[in-house]
């Protein structure tokens, strides 16, 4: 069925450096995504969305990309901190149901 | 202000017990969610409620799980007789209408033994 996964599992990092994390999707229906990070015990927590109009949107420190050609969504931090380190979900939300990839553990090397 | 809570944190229960897993949204939110996490996983949507009312409930894995917001603002979800593979962490989210930002709760880690 149609699903919403992430290309790498595990991302490590040096403070400081910039952070890539990658999504692929393949409902070419979807038309709202959002990146959540969630730490070890907590509920997800928002960071920033996009709608299928928009090809970028700039948030504090984050930028996420899409491509629909390509049906492949990207989350970008800048001067990547240790308070960064978290699992990354990349999700949509066609209709209040919303789909979760398995998520990217990112960990940032001080 | 207050977020979303989850209340208990953690739970064991026996193979063959039933639980009860409650919710406490936000204030004035009238969408709420409920999601079900698997270990290294991701969450997976469960049921949808708009005030009293659910919407979706088609996530749902079998007839043994049942949710309820009686009153539009606290939800309980409920499990019967449950099985080792329930074991998991059930998320609750709220939002201020269907398709604005959810907030989620920290979960209640259910281990079913």
């Known amino acids: 069925g149609e699903s919403v996964g992430l290309h790498l599992p595990t991302l490590s990092v040096q403070e400081g450096d910039n952070s890539i994390i990658n999504c692929a999707y393949s409902n070419s229906a979807s038309d709202y995504f959002i990146w959540y990070k969630q730490e070890s015990g907590k509920g997800p927590q928002f960071i920033i969305d996009i709608r299928s109009n928009m090809d970028k949107r700039q948030g504090q420190r984050v930028t996420v990309l899409l491509n629909k050609t390509v049906k492949h969504l990207s989350l970008q931090i800048a001067a990547t901190q240790p308070g960064d380190s978290a699992v990354y979900f990349c999700?949509?939300?066609?209709?209040?149901?919303?789909?979760f990839g398995a998520g990217t553990r990112l960990t940032v090397k001080p | 202000g207050a977020g979303v809570s989850q209340s208990p944190r953690y739970k064991v229960a026996k193979r063959g017990q039933d639980v009860a897993l409650r919710c406490d949204p936000i204030?004035?939110?009238?969408?709420l969610f409920w999601y079900q996490q698997a270990l290294g996983q991701g969450p997976e949507f469960l049921t949808y409620?708009?005030?009293?009312?659910?919407?979706?409930k088609s996530g749902l894995p079998s007839d043994r799980f049942f949710a309820e917001r009686p009153e539009g603002s606290v939800s309980t979800l409920k499990i019967q007789r449950t099985q080792q593979e329930d074991s998991a962490v059930y998320l609750c989210a709220s939002s201020l209408a269907g398709e604005d930002e959810q907030y989620f709760g920290p979960g209640t880690r259910l281990t079913v033994t």
């Open positions: 409620f708009q005030n009293e009312a659910q919407l979706d």
């Open positions: 999700a949509e939300n066609p209709n209040n149901d919303m789909r």
């Open positions: 204030s004035g939110h009238v969408s």
